[in-house]
């Protein structure tokens, strides 16, 4: 058996492998290599060293704005995300009446794409804005909510099923020896619900983390290309795309380098949530 | 240590792979201008239009039959040509020909443009100062002049015209001829637009980014290129590289005047594109649209369409310029055909000869003239070989009208779409009147400074 395997091993492993290599790994090891010089089309490139990462921090205007920008947008749509979620999940895992069906409502919006979301989205708001006389250029705050409402609507029916499903684990025995205890419904909640679904509350949590960290589509859609609105994918997008001229070979660099940090911030964010949610998961 | 070990082999490993693809794709560029004496095959287009992509099926065909050579042309989808550049670039089948928007973009793929000073093209461009040309080499040819200004519904003017309660004195469209007549005759329209039965004189003022260029790139080359003549910058120095905005308040006088008689609020500007103004052009909902003889299938196109096309006509954009009672409209190109200077020497000949042929044989003018509907820079093409729509008679009108001087496109030096994109969210913010017209102003000469690094 062993010996087979160790004979047709590369037939199983090289497809896998070079499809892996071909669309990840070497545009990936390009791009970080890329981030470190200044170049037109991809295949001539000047060495620059660290140059596009220096601008991109101190000359560099609009970098660090869409980095807060982001980091509030992403705090505020995990935490609104996933207690709605949650909540929703807990109301329709209660046997009510219609539940399949409130079930399929909420998790469709889930299955439209982004930028189509985003254009309904658009009309949406600016037909309700459009009754105070404005539209939702008309303040930067307008256009970050109503991104954080866009959000929500479409990542709380795929979080949502996933709680349904985390509750729907918990064993009933739990539930009624909490009951016999003399429990109430929120001491329930609290302490046998909530650290029963801690390995959902893991997957939620991160799926939303990224999702909304890693936001590009729905942002253009709903927001164009409003300076004031653009999350940090679509800075890079445009950092790379929105500048013409004699330094080209330049703005394409700290685009590369900017989507260089992007990268790290999204696998250090993801890793240090990962570990923390992972100690309070509680074995059964 | 030795899971951290395979790592970085691995990374090392991908590298050189990288760096060798790198290497094997070198070597096929310096190769293939040796292979001179092969026949080209095939000639790559990078079509900037969208709107004509079809008919470059056509002349591909023709050109087919002809010449035997395959005239391969990808088209870019609106708003991405340099992004789709950038990618065909790096690859093996690069474009022959593509396209620059002017000098700056000129600037962007300066190496990869061939020098087109000996080429039959560029002997027979009309007006040579149109090229894109540096050091006295020419590397960019013009291939269609285009032209705006503020396109107006002839019938509509003339009603009010004929209103009984017209309160100014002007009795034709032809006696507008500075901002203070355009300005009164429009703030009387907008009073009487119940009875000319439109909801606002002008279109609505689109200032969704991306969609604003009719105000951030077009209406803004007018005080530009005032400012440069005033100045005499002529593009081959520096000096383009800073501005003072000395006109900045005649911008303000018509693009208030654009605002405050409108179809739309001022303040819901923001989210508006430019189809949609035209289709308010179409409908007969408004009587005037600043745009381009582009705009012309945009409103004889539009079903339910209630212009026709003898009542399309085109007005200077007077803004109170002194002198502008000879300005015409804006006459010009940002279309400059490039030869990719990375081909082999046969391929570059094939393309200057099929730019050539397009341009000069029969069938090639006609295909320009009627499917193209281009109005060509070129001395091959007759008076009368011009296309037929509405505008493109229009700018014919104009370029050859006595005592009028039209005003060139200076807008392919602005710095770059970032530099539009500012200024045009400034322009957004002072119609929803969250900042002062000093902003504005201060937006749109400092951003230019700073784009340019000077």
Redesign the interface.
Known sequence: MYKTLKKYFPVFVIPTLAAF?ISF??PF??GV?LSFTEF????ESNWVGLANYIRIFTTDETFLYSLWLTVKFTVVSVITVNIIAFSIALLLTKGLKGTNIFRTVFFVPNLIGGIVLGHIW?LII?GVL?YF???????PDYGFWGLVVLMNWQLIGYMMIIYIAGIQNIPDNLNEAAAIDGASHFQTLIHVTVPMVMPSVTICTFLTLTNSFKLFDQNLALN?????SSLLALDIY?T?????????AQW?GMGQAKAVVFFLLVALIAYVQLRATRQKEVEH | MKKIISVVSAMAILLCMFTACNGNGNTDKTNSPSGNNQTVKEIRYLNFKPEIAEAYDEIAAEYKKETGINLIVETAASGTYESTLTARMATSEAPTIFQVNGPIGYTSWAEYCADLTDTELYKHLTDKTLAVTSNGRVYGIPYVVEGYGIIYNKKILDNYFALPEKATEYNSADEITSFNALKAVVEDMQKNKDKLGIQGVFAATSLKTGEDWRWQTHLMNIPLSIEFRDKGIDFTGEGYKTIDFNYSDNFKNIFDLYINNSTTDKKQLGTLDVTSSMAEFALGKCAMVQNGNWGASQILGVSGNKVSAEDIKFMPIYMGIPGEENTGICIGTENFFCINEKASDAEKKAAEDFLYWLFSSEKGKKLVTEKLGFISPFDTFSQDESPDDPLAREIVKWMNKDNITNIPWNFTVFPSVHYKDKYGAALLKYAQGSITWDDVKKVAVEEWKREFGA
């Open positions: 290599a790994a070497v090891v390009m290599y037109k089309i991809v295949s658009s600016n459009g006389g404005v539209d939702i250029t008309y303040n164009g290309k409003a300076p004031e445009k790379f795309y929105d500048h013409t001229g004699l330094k080209l394409h």
